[in-house]
C-alpha cells in the first residue's frame, strides 16, 4: 500500500537494467480511461528512459480490467515480449462488483505469472474513490505505471 510520503514514480536508474534489447507488451484497460492513460504514460515514459526501443512497445486496449488476464495471455500467445504490464483501475462503488473484478484480475495475472515465462506486472489500481486513482496515476503520489514498468525490466531480465 502507498503510504502518503511515496513517490510511485521514483527509482535509482544505476539498479535498474538496460531496457534496449527487450520487448514489452502494455494491456490497458479502457474503463476508467483518465486514470489507465495517465498510467500508461508513467509505463512509457519509465520504459523509455531506461532504454526500451519505441519499436520495441505494443500496446493492446481492452474494455476494462476484468479482460486484462485474457488480453495479457493473447499477448503473450501472439507476440514476442519479455514481460507484459497489465494496467486497469477499478473504483470502489455501492456494489461487490468492485471485490469481484478486483479478485478474479488479480488471481488471472497471477496465474499467468505462474504458467507463462513471460512476466505479468499487475498495475491495476483498486482505490476507494476517483481522488486515489489520480493521485496514483500521475498526482501527488507519483504513477503507479512507472513502477510496474521498472518491475517490468527487472522481471524481464531475470535469469
Known amino acids: 500500500m502507498a503510504t502518503a510520503n511515496k513517490n510511485l514514480s521514483a527509482y535509482d536508474k544505476t539498479t535498474i537494467p538496460n531496457a534496449k534489447d527487450l520487448r514489452f507488451g502494455i494491456v490497458v484497460s479502457e474503463w476508467n480511461e483518465a486514470i489507465t492513460e495517465g498510467l500508461y504514460e508513467g509505463a512509457m515514459e ?18 476494462g480490467s476484468f ?16 514481460a507484459v504490464i497489465a494496467i486497469g483501475s477499478v473504483i470502489q462503488g455501492e456494489t461487490k462488483h468492485f471485490d469481484f473484478v478486483c479478485s478474479a484480475t488479480a488471481q488471472g495475472i497471477m ?30 503520489h507519483g504513477n503507479k505505471g512507472a513502477e510496474a514498468a521498472i518491475a517490468a525490466i527487472k522481471m524481464a531480465s531475470l535469469g
Open 111 to 140: 496465474d499467468l505469472n505462474v504458467r507463462t515465462q513471460v512476466p505479468v506486472i499487475f498495475c491495476v489500481l483498486t482505490d476507494n474513490n476517483m481522488q486515489q486513482a489520480i493521485d496514483r496515476s500521475g498526482g501527488k
Open 67 to 82: 479482460e486484462l488476464p485474457f488480453g495479457a495471455k493473447k499477448l503473450i500467445e501472439t507476440k514476442p515480449v519479455d
Open 46 to 63: 519509465a520504459l523509455l528512459d531506461c532504454g526500451a526501443k519505441t519499436e520495441n512497445i505494443i500496446r493492446w486496449n481492452v474494455p
